[in-house]
């Protein structure tokens, strides 16, 4: 098996860490098998959409869901570092409203698999950052929600000194209280 699994806090998020082949020349790993994905991880998903975004020192993305058609996403970083956050918006869930947090860099070469029901988001904290990620579900901006990146009822404890650069759309985000969420 070319993957190492680890069970965060909610055990539904999983960082996954791919097997990597090294040497003078640089290195190699697959960043996504499928066959590979659903032996280690239990997870059975299509993946329909991937996307690619450049981010700035502070940049803030997030924390953003879709109330219907909810994405899965399997995200990862390939240049920079960031802090990654999933937040659980499944009312039924024992982890309601709970958050877990991981460093993602094009160093670590680490993964997270964030489920559908999660808000996510990520800030920068390298001088730039290059974010790539997979998803179940194609994107419907009707149905994109922001939850509020800084709800005190949420408490994320986002590694940055000042206010984050943020989207319009995120700054407005709902507190979670006021927020849409899934049953």
Do not use: C
């Not at 709970?98 to 990520?122: C, D, I």
């Amino acid at each position: 098996m070319s993957l190492n699994v680890i069970r965060t806090e909610i055990p539904d998020v999983l960082i996954i860490e791919p097997k990597v082949f090294g040497d003078s020349r640089g290195f190699f790993f697959e960043s996504f098998n499928a066959k590979q994905f659903e032996e280690a991880t239990g997870v059975t998903r299509t993946f329909v959409q991937d996307n690619h975004s450049r981010s700035t020192r502070n940049v803030l993305r997030g924390l953003h869901y879709q109330i219907q058609h909810p994405q899965g996403k399997l995200v990862r970083v390939v240049a920079g570092e960031v802090f990654d956050v999933a937040v659980d918006l499944r009312k039924s869930s024992p982890t309601f409203g709970k958050w877990v947090g991981v460093t993602l860099s094009a160093e670590n070469k680490r993964q997270l698999w964030v489920p559908e029901g999660f808000a996510h988001g990520f800030v920068v904290i390298s001088d730039s950052a290059e974010f790539l990620y997979k998803t179940t579900d194609y994107w419907y901006p009707e149905h994109e929600r922001s939850l509020l990146w800084n709800d005190a009822d949420v408490g994320i404890d986002w590694p940055i000194d000042s206010e984050p650069l943020l989207a319009a759309k995120d700054a407005a985000g709902r507190q979670l209280a006021d927020a849409d969420v899934f049953a």
